[in-house]
């Protein structure tokens, strides 16, 4: 039974040599001429002007968890108008309460202030 795990195995195996194998090569002959300017952070094409240890408005996190609450709801929505014709209505409600869900949701988000930036 364990013979049936063999070619899996040298896959993992072969696959692993060869990403370390690029590293190494790529490291080895690769060229190195490190400057000042390649070696500095960037950030945004200006150096920094603060501290890294600064503290982070949590807003930044809120609207991209906002974002990515509500951009998901579209990959339920390719599957559900794929086969729609055959849900047939229990599908049509079943979405529509999905969709109601997310607007009720979206309402209060916003009436909360969330996707206000001052």
Not at 51 to 73: H, K, T
Request: negative net charge.
């Amino acid at each position: 039974m364990l013979a049936e795990y063999l070619p899996t195995l040298l896959f993992l195996i072969v696959a692993t040599g060869i990403g370390i194998a690029l590293i190494v090569i790529g490291n080895v002959i690769g060229p190195k001429r490190p400057s000042a300017e390649k070696l500095s952070p960037y950030e945004c094409g200006f150096g920094a002007f603060e501290n890294a240890r600064m503290p982070f408005d949590v807003r930044y996190y809120l609207v991209a968890i906002l974002f990515i609450v509500f951009d998901l709801e579209i990959a339920f929505v390719f599957p559900w108008a794929v086969v729609f014709r055959e849900l047939r209505v229990f599908g049509l409600i079943e979405m529509g309460v999905f969709l109601t869900l997310l607007v009720i949701g979206f309402v209060y988000v916003w009436k909360r202030g969330a996707l206000e930036w001052e």
